[in-house]
């Protein structure tokens, strides 16, 4: 710590982005358990449960590292769009809801 150089760079990225994901999947699974009413499996760690757009993603995962991964998650949860936790099993088979189109909803 001392060094002086060291303390922004050996900064642990990785376990923070951990910490943020499983903050989130607390909020997103209060029970800890996949949000599929079918499923509703439990894992022994929360962090096992996976974040998932519940109308898709309209983003490319591996091109983003963990930690702006969580950012993101987080930036996408305050601003309202639809997440929830998932087993790896259910968000492996899970096909995204299409969002209507908008421009149809308000000409109604
Ligand atoms: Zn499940």
């Known amino acids: 710590m ?12 990785a376990a ?3 910490t943020l994901r499983e903050r989130l999947l607390r909020l997103l699974a209060p029970d800890g ?4 009413p079918a499923c509703r499996k ?3 760690r929360i962090g096992s449960l996976q974040i998932d757009h519940v109308h898709g993603r309209t983003w490319d995962l591996r091109r983003l ?4 991964r969580a950012r993101r998650y987080w930036r ?3 601003d309202g769009v639809e997440l929830r936790a998932l ?6 088979s899970y096909r995204p809801i299409p969002l209507p189109v908008v421009s ?3 000409a109604a």
């Open 104 to 106: 149809e909803v308000e």
């Open 76 to 78: 996408e949860h305050t």
């Open 2 to 13: 001392a060094s002086g150089k060291s303390s922004w760079t050996s900064f642990d990225y």
């Open 87 to 92: 087993c790896s099993k259910c968000n492996a």
């Open 33 to 36: 358990r996949c949000q599929n």
């Open 65 to 68: 590292n963990r930690w702006a």
């Open 42 to 44: 439990k894992p022994r």
């Open 16 to 18: 923070y982005a951990a």
